[in-house]
């Protein structure tokens, strides 16, 4: 059995568990009920406090902090909490930080395959999924979700309680405090812009699929319907469409406004 690399200078908790292959360079501090899965490297200076659990192969770089009490007045030191939970082959970059949940029963959640550049944050009570990236400086508040393979460039901030839909893209220094659909590109304050048909070809989405997206967006996003509207004609064009269904399920579960569109210089559905 491959035994884990440790370096002399780490403080560990004795309730640590570690996984096979795990190398934690100079100067970690490990406290609390933590699990790290195997191949899991933390570089150096990483602050890990439990409940948090680590999936396979992730890799921390120096001066993250995961699992941190949540910035919330009512928060007190020894709280109960379900902690943090981050899944496998994640590159979490330098000084990020993720906040333990505020729930007893649902952890802050990051999903595998995510990327989060340097001083990017995830608040208490998070759900960040699959394939997200989150460029350097982007603040997730607390309860934010994104959704999986969203993009969110950096020095963006997404107010608490806002969704990211799935494959949206949320170009850089934005602001957004509005529900950002799936497949949709964002910009500004809470302004949707266009399609995200780059991403959505990359993605290997077929071109029929990508025309009728298209055609929801311009009837529906574009023309900013009203939501009942909204929900009823993305869920007609929807069933010849699993990318449109997605967008009619998100904004009929959406409990927060909807991004309007925003006439953008030079920025069309069609580019």
Known sequence: MATSTVHPSCVIDSRVKLGERCRLGPNCVLVGDITLADDVELLANVYLQGPLTIGPRTRVWPGAVLGGDPQDYKVKPGFPTAGVTIGADCLIREGVTVHAATKTDIPTRIGSRVFMMANSHAGHDAQVSDD????????????????????????????????????????????????????CMAYGRNSLAMLNVVGMRRAGISREHITIARQAYREVFRANLPRPQMIERLTELGQNCPCVMDMATFVRESKRAIAPHRAQRDATDDE
């Open 132 to 183: 997200v990236i989150l460029v350097n400086g982007v603040l997730l508040a607390g309860h934010v979700q994104v959704h999986e393979k969203a993009v969110i460039s950096g020095n963006t901030g997404v107010h608490q309680f806002c969704r990211v839909g799935k494959m949206a893209m949320v170009s850089g220094a934005a602001a957004i405090a509005t529900e950002i659909p799936p497949y």
